[in-house]
């Protein structure tokens, strides 16, 4: 069973569903040539999509068209539906950074069908996932930088305070629909810039304070 980990704790979290979040950065929209959207959009990763710092992305053979996105994650300490608001911030455990891996041919290709397109975003190693710095030592998660360079380039680089839906919105809003349980991982949405990542490629992800200072990191191989 995947589990998830706090820093500076002994204490890891079952991974129970990932809730990836879809176009929370208007720029991002405009690339994929999406209109910006008026309430969350959200789909499901399975927990086997995980693997950790260090860790290996595996490309489908079923694919030539594998591309990153890097996105601010969270963890849930606690569970409940019907979330107010108000209350959602407390049922943080923790930030941390990860990578939503998408085959965009299978995507495209799905989408032209109008089918379903769980296989391009949940296949092995589509979630490539840091630790969580605890949130009680991040005063502003909303002013947090996310960035991924890829064999040394930087390719994604934004600010948590350019997210569209922020995380007292998305916890509320999708805990009306679907019950949240501790150890349940949120990807918040990448910002602009996702592009081809190819075998052999080493991508550098990082989450970190506006002062700069490293909060959780992720270096992951391309095969």
């Not at 890891?12 to 569903?17: A, D, N, V, Y």
């Not at 594998?66 to 923790?94: C, Q, S, W």
Request: with cysteine; proline share 6%.
């Amino acid at each position: 069973m995947r589990t998830a980990l706090l820093q500076g704790s002994t204490e890891q979290f079952e991974i129970r569903k990932i809730i990836c979040i879809g176009r929370n950065y208007a720029d991002h929209a405009k690339e994929m040539n999406a209109e910006v959207p008026k309430a969350p959009v959200f789909f499901l990763k399975p927990p086997t999509a995980i693997i950790g710092n260090g860790g290996t992305i595996i490309i489908p053979p079923i694919s030539d068209d594998l591309h990153h996105e890097v996105e601010m994650t969270f963890l849930l300490g606690k569970g409940g539906r019907n979330i107010a608001p108000a209350d959602a911030m407390e049922y943080v455990a923790g930030y941390g950074i990860g990578l939503d891996m998408t085959l965009r041919d299978v995507q495209a290709e799905a989408k032209k069908k109008g089918l379903p397109w769980t296989l391009a975003k949940g296949f092995d190693t589509s979630a490539p996932l840091s630790s969580f710095v605890p949130a009680a030592t991040v005063p502003d998660p909303h002013a947090l930088n996310v960035m991924l360079a890829v064999n040394g380039t930087i390719r994604q680089q934004s600010s948590t305070r350019n997210f569209i839906f922020k995380i007292d919105t998305l916890i509320s809003y999708i805990s009306q629909f679907i019950t949240l349980e501790p150890g349940d991982i949120f990807f918040t949405g990448t910002p602009e810039g996702v592009a081809r990542a190819v075998s052999g490629d080493k991508l550098e992800a990082t989450l970190s304070s506006s002062t700069g200072k490293t909060l959780a990191a992720l270096s992951i191989q391309v095969r």
